[in-house]
T-cell receptor, first 117, second 113 residues
Framework: DGGITQSPKYLFRKEGQNVTLSCEQN?????MYWYRQDPGQGLRLIYY???????QKGDIAEGYSVSREKKESFPLTVTSAQKNPTAFYLC????????????????FGEGSRLTVL | QKEVEQNSGPLSVPEGAIASLNCTYS??????FFWYRQYSGKSPELIMF????GDKEDGRFTAQLNKASQYVSLLIRDSQPSDSATYLC?????????????FGKGTLLTVNP
């Protein structure tokens, strides 16, 4: 079945540690995104990538880093510089970017819940 | 910063009633508008999109867009308990050469049996 796989589903981190969240898609989508969701909040864009080896900062990129070495993969690293990393992280993809021929439909993974101890 | 505003709710309606969810946006140049549904603890899923002024119907769901008022709404007819979820409004707007999808904070809908 085609879809987006995020791992791990739950992750606990000690302060000062970097952690990497995995996101893999087999939908052959060009664009991939990372969002953060806090309780009672909408989704805030961290980073997005429209093609391999290229990515752009979203609204809250500070303390995060990404790479896009393969079309299928868009891992997110939460660094120790992120002061309040406890949140629900959602990876998404879309067939194209958000301009041109697109319905703007994002397909989401099941999310990764990060807790800092 | 482009804004997308929604009433946070919670909105509570009885089963069989019409639920009305509202959203306003700040970027007058926005062209594409979306409603996502998110069940508690789950990821969002797209239920409607609308590009043109007026109404768009899909089953029990109707999206309404008024670009002059910068307003988009979602009506759910014959509401069912399974419709209980958070509904997120999202808008595509351009930021120079890039386009971004900005989400509102969502409205929590509860349908009471």
């Amino acid at each position: 079945d085609g879809g987006i796989t995020q791992s791990p589903k739950y992750l606990f981190r000690k302060e000062g540690q970097n952690v990497t969240l995995s996101c893999e898609q087999n939908l052959n989508h060009d664009a991939m995104y990372w969002y953060r969701q806090d309780p009672g909040q909408g989704l805030r864009l961290i980073y997005y990538s429209q093609i391999v080896n290229d990515f752009q900062k979203g609204d809250i990129a500070e303390g995060y880093s990404v790479s896009r070495e393969k079309k299928e993969s868009f891992p997110l690293t939460v660094t120790s510089a992120q002061k309040n990393p406890t949140a629900f992280y959602l990876c998404a993809s879309s067939l194209y970017g958000l301009a041109g021929e697109t319905t703007g439909e994002l397909f989401f993974g099941e999310g990764s819940r990060l807790t800092v101890l | 910063q482009k804004e997308v505003e929604q009433n946070s709710g919670p909105l509570s309606v009885p089963e069989g009633a019409i639920a009305s969810l509202n959203c306003t946006y700040s970027d007058r140049g926005s062209q594409s508008f979306f409603w996502y549904r998110q069940y508690s603890g789950k990821s969002p899923e797209l239920i409607m999109f609308i590009y043109s002024n007026g109404d768009k119907e899909d089953g029990r769901f109707t999206a309404q867009l008024n670009k002059a008022s910068q307003y988009v709404s979602l009506l759910i007819r014959d509401s069912q308990p399974s419709d209980s979820a958070t509904y997120l409004c999202a808008v595509i707007h351009s930021g120079g050469s890039n386009y971004k999808l900005t989400f509102g904070k969502g409205t929590l809908l509860t349908v009471n049996p």
